[in-house]
């Protein structure tokens, strides 16, 4: 009797093991859906912040005109106070982050960090508006090597550095550490060529920035049907 007392007891530890071990794969596949959709949350919330943006940089230049009448964008934020800097007519710097105090919308994407805002000179002067002929030099590149483009003779880029925010400013205005991959660092290097593909895991080239540009055409027509342009 006592020994089949013992088996059965040692039985039971041996179930238990086995549940505890079951749980335990169930919780930690449970933590990394939880964490999956945590992550396309967030990314959802920064698209749709993006397009926000968008429309309100068409909403900005169709309100705000140049000394001579016609429209512009504003300038890049350079200080961290949410308005534009410039120096006379002109951008303190053709690249900072989004005047969010200006345009009236979200000062940082889902991650805690602020909008890389780039907008092209002919486009942004206070006193020259522009025309159905401003030209602009800014590109969307498929890579770093910027051999295929996406968009090219874009006004104004706007980028989220993602979840990773190589390359971002904080909420607070400090700088996060520098990327690490060569198409991070081209959304990084305030040259004219912007990179956008989908997002590539942690290694020798990981990316996870977000980016959206305003087309001329677009704008154009906008600025055609608000009575703006030409």
Same mark, same amino acid.
């Given at each position: 009797?006592?020994? #089949?007392?013992?088996?059965?007891? &040692? ?6 093991? +086995?549940?505890?071990? +079951? ?32 429309? %309100?940089?068409?909403?900005?230049? %169709? ?40 345009? &009236? ?13 780039? =907008? ?32 090219? $003779? #874009? ?6 550095? &993602? ?11 400090? /700088? ?11 959304? %990084?290097?305030?040259? %004219? ?8 895991? /942690? &290694? /020798? ?5 977000? =980016? ?10 906008? #600025?055609?049907? /608000? $009575?703006?342009?030409?």
């Amino acid at each position: 009797m006592t020994a #089949l007392r013992l088996r059965s007891h &040692g039985f039971t530890l041996v179930e238990l093991a +086995i549940v505890l071990i +079951i749980l335990a794969l169930l919780s930690g596949g449970l933590m990394m859906t939880l964490s999956s959709q945590m992550d396309q949350r967030s990314y959802r919330e920064t698209q749709q912040q993006l397009q926000d943006i968008r429309d %309100a940089l068409l909403g900005y230049a %169709a309100s705000h005109p140049a000394l001579d009448g016609k429209p512009y964008l504003p300038c890049p934020d350079t200080d961290g106070d949410g308005v534009e800097n410039r120096t006379g007519y002109v951008c303190t710097a053709p690249e900072g982050t989004l005047p969010w105090s200006d345009l &009236g919308i979200g000062n940082r994407d889902a991650w805690g960090n602020r909008f890389r805002y780039r =907008v092209e000179n002919n486009f942004s002067r206070k006193d020259i508006g522009f025309t159905l002929s401003t030209s602009a030099t800014l590109r969307i590149c498929e890579q770093a090597a910027c051999t295929s483009t996406l968009a090219t $003779g #874009l006004p104004t880029v706007i980028i989220s550095h &993602g979840k990773n925010g190589f390359g971002a400013t904080t909420s607070g205005n400090t /700088a996060n550490d520098a990327p690490t991959g060569i198409d991070e660092l081209e959304n %990084a290097n305030s040259d %004219a060529n912007f990179v956008s593909h989908t997002p590539s895991p /942690a &290694g /020798a080239n990981e990316f996870d920035d977000l =980016v959206i540009w305003l087309s001329p055409n677009i704008l154009y027509n906008r #600025l055609i049907a /608000a $009575g703006r342009l030409p």
